[in-house]
């Protein structure tokens, strides 16, 4: 099956740093990513890993491993704006396909 | 960066009729398109995959002939929701991917209101 497994809220105040983490099943990966999603709005794109180790984007950083099934995204020095809906996302497919997690509802409070 | 765009970004309509849904990549050509939707606080439920010039893909237990789709050019797919009912309400959006396939940009969305 498609299924990922993330926490459904987190909360945390500013400055601080959140790790969102994520467990998926195995059969037909393609890699894990992470999105952003503000309230009413589009997904963004946030981070991609395909192989097994850290991914620094800024602010933000996503781990894998594959032998563990497991990835997590880290968020340093939050800020306000990054209250939003962070959705674990594995790919299913050479063709693109992506498959969402339940999603993660962050609030950052001042 | 690549920008998708969908119109209408809302729509209401009433019970047995057909609203029809497009999606643009503005800035790239998409070869390939994907349709999802979304309900309130849910996550987003991939619906097919819309391929440039062949039909589209339909991942398990969404309705073909409810949910027609046309990717009639390298820049624009359409979802058609045929005999609209109440449960058919939702968030739908579309996205586009260019050469990696791990990322894909995602239109604005569009709500659709069945009353």
């Known amino acids: 099956g498609q299924s990922l497994e993330q926490p459904s809220e987190v909360t945390a105040v500013e400055g601080a740093i959140v790790q969102i983490n994520c467990t998926y099943q195995?059969?037909?990966?393609?890699?894990l990513s992470w999105y952003q999603q503000h309230d009413g709005g589009a997904p963004t794109f946030l981070s991609y890993n395909a192989l097994d180790g850290l991914e620094e984007t800024g602010r933000f950083s996503s781990f894998l491993s594959r032998s563990d099934s497991y990835g997590y995204l880290l968020l340093q020095e939050l800020q306000m704006k990054d209250s939003a809906s962070y959705f674990c996302v594995r790919g299913g497919s050479t063709l693109g396909r992506l498959y969402f997690g339940r999603g993660t509802q962050l609030t950052v409070w001042p | 960066g690549a920008v998708v765009s969908q119109h209408p970004s809302w729509v209401i309509c009433k019970s047995g009729t057909s609203v029809k849904i497009e999606c643009r990549s503005l800035?790239?050509?998409?070869?390939?398109m994907f349709w999802y939707r979304q309900f309130p606080k849910q996550s987003l439920m991939l619906m097919a995959t819309?391929?440039?010039?062949?039909?589209?893909?339909?991942e398990q237990g969404v309705e073909k002939d409810k949910f027609l789709i046309n990717h009639a050019s390298l820049t624009l797919s359409t979802l058609t929701v045929t005999s609209a009912h109440p449960e058919d309400s939702s968030f739908y959006i579309c996205s586009a991917r260019d050469d990696r396939p791990y990322e894909q940009y995602f239109g604005p969305g569009t709500r659709l209101t069945v009353t």
């Open positions: 819309s391929n440039e010039g062949s039909k589209a893909t339909y």
């Open positions: 800035d790239f050509q998409a070869t390939t």
């Open positions: 195995t059969s037909g990966f393609y890699g």
